[in-house]
């Protein structure tokens, strides 16, 4: 049966720790990677970011989506439910069901920009099928790219198609289709990528992009960067919102908690750094701003795929591949609204897709105008650290930043302190040492980098 049909009755659990890697992977590579890593990294002055980024991947990403896998295996349930009947057996507080909540809440806001940016991806096949791009100069690449951001109708319409694909699978409730797809489809979108960080190896500044990835500059580093590099952690690896407690509830007994999550974080990084290698070369061969904000894939990738041989099929590949890793993730955002709704509301699956699904469509009209006619206003600009933050720019914030980390120190507090010891330790059945680390990181450490990092931008 599919990985995530709504009924328990139809659970089976995953062939395979392979089936896991697959679905989850599908989850956490996407638009975080391709799209916003590098953007953040440019916008945030490189080296020093990224390390900062991979710590947090390292310190607190792994141990908490360990800890999210976890939950959900010995739950066997949905997000909810699943803390519920932990709740019971483990005699807890029954306001840990709240952790599924956040993630409900975070899921619906996400989606809504995240299928406007699927959306772009959307556009772009067509403008590199039609050759559009080949031989362009760096400032005709980039008024492609103004030309679609000023058009709300196109926007919509390119939205629309991408919501659509996502709301097609939640509301058929298979997803079986859709995993063996991603055992090809991902591998294409990793060897895609080696083949951009080759041309940009031969024909971009390379060695500048590496020294600006990897070198670290700690003058350039804030702690609003800090927070960034914190809350993308989370982000790009489908964390604080119960995805991978759903996923979780899926792996059979006998499959390594620790070694799928490190599995999972790796491709992911993986893939964010490609992305990185890949576009950055380009920026500095062209002089082009590694600080341009969202656009930068966009105003990057199609420039090379304009020069190089055969760029047009290139580029077609590239953009369906993103709108294929953006659709999977896409898929499990909006998938923990519907199961709630089935659970909560006792509404049929098709009926809950298209209602939560057609609200965030509408959020998504938000955050399409921040882009062209809203996009001087700030809402909330009379906060100093919201200044000039449009309703776009404030969904991507109070999601990556504030929501998801908080879910995710919500379930390390429940780990590192709450559920009975014995019952983890059966659940990840790690060797003595390995299980105190994790233990200890997610008892102390996590708690409180969450913390620091939090007081410190509010200060
Ligand atoms: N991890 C996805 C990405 O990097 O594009 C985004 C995402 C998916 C975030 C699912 C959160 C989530 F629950
Ligand atoms: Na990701």
């Given amino acids: ?20 890697i697959l679905a989850a992977t599908g989850s956490a590579v996407g638009l975080g990677n391709i799209w916003k890593f ?23 990403g792994i141990p908490i989506m360990m800890a999210e896998v976890m939950i959900g295996r010995r739950g066997g349930r949905s997000p909810v439910n699943s803390l519920r009947l932990i709740a019971e057996r483990d ?30 991806a959307v556009s772009y096949v067509g403008t590199a099928a039609s050759g559009q791009l080949a ?20 926007l919509l319409m390119w939205h629309t198609v991408f919501m659509a694909l996502v709301m097609v699978v939640v509301a058929k409730g298979v997803r079986s289709g859709l995993e ?3 055992s090809i489809l991902m591998p294409g979108l990793f060897i895609l990528l080696l083949v951009m960080v080759g041309y940009a190896m031969t024909s971009g500044s390379f060695g500048q992009a590496v020294s600006f990835l990897f070198e670290p500059d700690f003058s350039k580093l ?34 390594s908690i620790a070694k799928t999550s490190i599995t999972v974080s790796v491709i992911d990084t993986g893939v964010a750094l490609l992305a990185g290698l890949a576009i950055f070369p380009i920026v500095f061969a062209n002089g082009l701003e590694p600080g341009a904000g969202p656009g930068l894939i966009f105003q990057t990738l199609p420039l090379a795929f304009g020069q190089m041989p055969m760029g047009s099929l290139f580029g077609t590949l590239f953009f369906v591949l993103l709108i294929f890793a953006a659709w999977t993730s896409g898929i499990s955002l909006l998938e923990p609204i519907v199961e709630w709704l089935e659970e909560q509301k006792g509404m049929n699956r098709v009926v809950s897709t298209l209602g939560a699904g057609t609200v965030c469509w509408a959020l998504g009209i938000a955050s399409i105008l921040s882009l062209n006619l809203w996009s001087d206003v700030a809402p909330l600009g009379f906060i100093p650290m919201l200044e000039g933050k449009t309703i776009f720019d404030l969904l991507d914030f109070f999601t990556a930043n504030i929501l998801l980390p908080l879910g995710g120190l919500l379930v390390a507090l429940l780990a590192g302190w709450v559920m009975s010891r014995q019952a983890m330790e059966n659940e990840l059945s790690l060797s003595a040492p390995a299980f105190t680390l994790w233990f200890v990181t997610l008892r102390y450490i996590t708690p409180v980098a969450v913390a620091v990092v939090f007081i410190y931008n509010l200060m």
């Fill in 91 to 120: 005699r807890l507080h029954p306001a840990w069901k709240l952790v599924g909540a956040v993630g409900v809440l975070a899921g619906f806001l996400i989606l809504s920009f995240y299928s406007v940016i699927g959306g772009w």
């Fill in 38 to 60: 590098p953007y953040i990294t440019g916008e945030n002055g490189g080296g020093a970011f990224v390390l900062v980024y991979l710590a947090c991947i390292a310190v607190v």
């Fill in 222 to 255: 804030t702690t609003s960067g800090i927070l960034v590099a914190l809350g993308h952690a989370f982000f790009t690896l489908s964390l604080g919102m119960a995805v991978m407690m759903a996923y979780g509830s899926y792996l059979p007994k006998n499959i």
């Fill in 1 to 20: 049966s599919g990985a995530l049909e709504g009924s328990n009755a139809k659970r089976g659990l995953w062939s395979s720790r392979l089936a896991f």
């Fill in 135 to 154: 031989g362009q100069s760096a400032d005709a690449i980039g008024a492609i790219f103004s030309g679609l951001l000023s058009d709300p109708g196109t």
């Fill in 180 to 182: 063996r797809a991603v």
